[in-house]
């Protein structure tokens, strides 16, 4: 089952072939992008019963001989220590709801389940601290971001379609999940655990927004969000582990086998509106693809590319990113494509296609080698 979540901003700039007439002239709202965030599978359902305990097998006899997988060692990391929450009454709609302010945020929610209730701000706070050792930035902004969560779609529905305007007609299309503009987002209960996964990948996109002074590529910003979906609560407190997203590893190996995979130097180009109106099975390979990108420069052969990789994070959040086109050092400035090729390259040190072919054996390791431990990895 799959949550999709839209985001869109209020900064400048064009990202052509979005939702409507109105998004893909890019004035004065700019279509930010258009993802799936899943929850969760069954792996049973997948593998089926035989096949599944094949892969454990497989996967306990590397386990047995080697420490690392192509840099995917167990590394569950999250906070030591509950943050502190503060409540007050809030109604929408006649309906009691519940704010819950932490140093982070000020999240607005119609949800009653106590349960929820209490991980959901230790969720967004212990990503916020995720965020900040992935990609430091600029100082934090001492205003909290809000987030809406509601209990009901029919609820979500009513706020978007009093706060969004003419654009209310595109996030309406979301059947499950949420959206994000500038730095707060809304959305609405799909189960706990996709619940969890929505705010902690719109909370990346807050993150950006508020702190980012440049912009990333559309594709990485989404590929960077996925890493961030797979919440665990191991105990009281919420862990991640940034090598882990068991339905992104289903979803490229689906891409891997059914021939759906985009080429590199189209997918870097890319954004979410140019995909929205193709198949589900693109759809599903451009979001797992995006991941698997990320992941790539993260991890890639022990971490190679991930000094390279921070760097030009750090360079985009402090608006002096490498770009011959200009337009990703401002995030209100107009979006480019054409810039994101040399930019990859200048800091990869090595041409795009270079670049690919240490990227198809990376994906083929997830999609196979590392496949059973997508699933079958415990938080810690």
């Known amino acids: 089952m799959k949550t999709q979540t839209l985001h869109l901003t209020q900064r400048k700039a064009c990202h052509p072939g979005g939702l409507s007439p109105r998004l893909a002239n ?11 965030s899943s929850h969760v599978r069954d792996p049973w359902e997948y593998l089926g019963t035989t096949a599944l305990w094949s892969v454990l097998v497989a996967f306990t006899l590397l386990a047995g001989g080697c420490s690392n997988l192509d840099g995917t060692a167990a590394r569950w990391t999250g906070p030591t220590a509950a943050a502190p929450v503060a409540t007050e009454t809030w109604s929408y709609n006649q309906r009691d709801g519940t704010i819950l302010k932490t140093p982070h945020y000020q999240v607005h929610t119609t949800i009653t389940d106590p349960e ?11 990503a916020y601290a995720q965020y900040q050792s992935f990609a430091a930035a600029a100082p934090p902004n001492a ?10 779609r029919s609820e979500w529905a009513d706020f978007t379609s009093r706060h969004t305007g003419a654009d209310a007609a595109v996030y309406l299309q979301i059947t499950r999940g949420g959206y994000t503009i500038g730095d707060w987002f ?8 996709a619940t969890y996964s929505v705010a902690a990948h719109e909370g990346w996109h807050q993150y950006v927004a508020r702190h980012f002074k440049g912009r990333l590529p559309p594709f990485l910003e989404e590929g960077t969000a996925c890493m961030f979906e797979n919440v665990r609560f191991p105990s009281e407190l919420p862990r991640w582990d940034l090598s882990l997203n068991p339905n992104r590893a289903l979803g490229l190996r689906n891409a891997i086998e059914n021939k759906k995979l985009w080429p590199l130097d189209k997918l870097v180009t890319m954004h979410a509106g140019d995909v929205v109106q193709l198949p589900g099975d693109k759809i599903e390979a451009f979001y797992a ?13 022990n971490g190679q590319y991930r000094p390279a990789f921070k760097k030009m994070l750090g360079e985009i ?3 002096t990113v490498y770009d011959p086109t200009g337009s990703m050092r401002r995030a209100v400035a107009a979006w480019s494509p054409a810039g994101v090729q040399p930019m990859l390259e200048h800091y990869l040190g090595k041409p795009l296609k270079d670049v690919e072919t240490e990227y198809q054996q990376f994906i083929r390791n997830v999609a ?13």
């Open 26 to 36: 890019c004035h004065p709202e700019v279509l930010r992008g258009i993802s799936e």
């Open 116 to 126: 929820v209730i209490k991980r959901l701000p230790q969720v967004l706070e212990g």
């Open 143 to 152: 205003k909290p971001m809000k987030c809406y969560v509601f209990s009901r």
């Open 186 to 193: 809304v959305s609405y209960y799909v189960g706990e655990n």
């Open 289 to 301: 693809q995006d991941w698997a990108f990320a992941r790539f420069l993260w991890e890639y052969n």
């Open 317 to 319: 959040a402090a608006g």
């Open 368 to 380: 196979y080698e590392q496949f059973g431990h997508q699933w079958v990895a415990k938080a810690s």
